[in-house]
């Protein structure tokens, strides 16, 4: 029951360092000219799809923005795999289903890597769809 117990509690530190993250996320780019339209979407199960972190626009462009810390921030660009692009890109596909408003717009995915003693690291356009 012990081990069960710590897991839970790992799992809960674990999100709440994840949103502490991508508050700062979300911070840095409204500072940078972001208007942060929306954060942890996630889109309707059976779909294969996942969470988006943060969806943002600026200017005539919608932009997905997966967050990642690590200790290392070289270790948070390794740690977006291909299968999550899949999802986080399925995710985005159901998001503007919903918001038609956006089909004009520009699309775009980004990266913001965070490490322990670092500033946030943007990468625009962190990959396409057609790269995989």
Known sequence: MQKQIDKVTIGKESRNKGYAMETIAANW?????YKI????FVSGRGIGAGEIDIIATKGKNII???VKFRKHIDEAA???STYSKKRIFRAAEFFLSLH???LDYGVRFDAILLGE???PI???DAWRKDWW
């Open 122 to 124: 943007h990468i625009k």
């Open 64 to 66: 997905f923005i997966e």
């Open 100 to 102: 038609s408003e956006y």
């Open 78 to 80: 390794y740690s977006i």
């Open 37 to 40: 339209l929306n954060r942890n």
């Open 29 to 33: 780019l409204r500072l940078k000219g």
């Open 117 to 119: 003693k670092s500033y």
